[in-house]
């Protein structure tokens, strides 16, 4: 697949992804009434199980079995967690943004990382 159609494929599946994260962050924050940074890492979690079968099965072309690409997917997804919560506590914590903006602005950037880390190590055929 062509880099920048690999590239909407995974924007499109990030839409998806998008609405199963924020709809549980939406859950967590405002019926649970969870601490910010618990319901986005809630939602991230939850939207790493949707990307992950999604992206497997439309975005990334690979020959790598379930158990080679899985836990290079869970590593990055890790890094990615630990950055949604760096970056929460940063922005909504510390700087004291609202949850909403703060959650957008954590999202574009843990998307960039995702993608380039998805793209060039989890879902990477072996060399």
Known sequence: MS???QISTFFGVGLVTFAADYGLFFILLNLIALDRIAAALG?????GLVNYALNRAHTFETRRTHAQAGWRFVLVMAVGFAL???????LSGRLGLDPWP?????TAIVFVFNFVAHRLWSFADAA
Request: no cysteine.
């Open 102 to 106: 703060a959650r957008l602005a954590t």
């Open 3 to 5: 880099l920048p159609r």
């Open 84 to 90: 949604t919560w760096a970056l929460m506590a940063l």
């Open 43 to 47: 939602g991230y979690a939850f939207g």
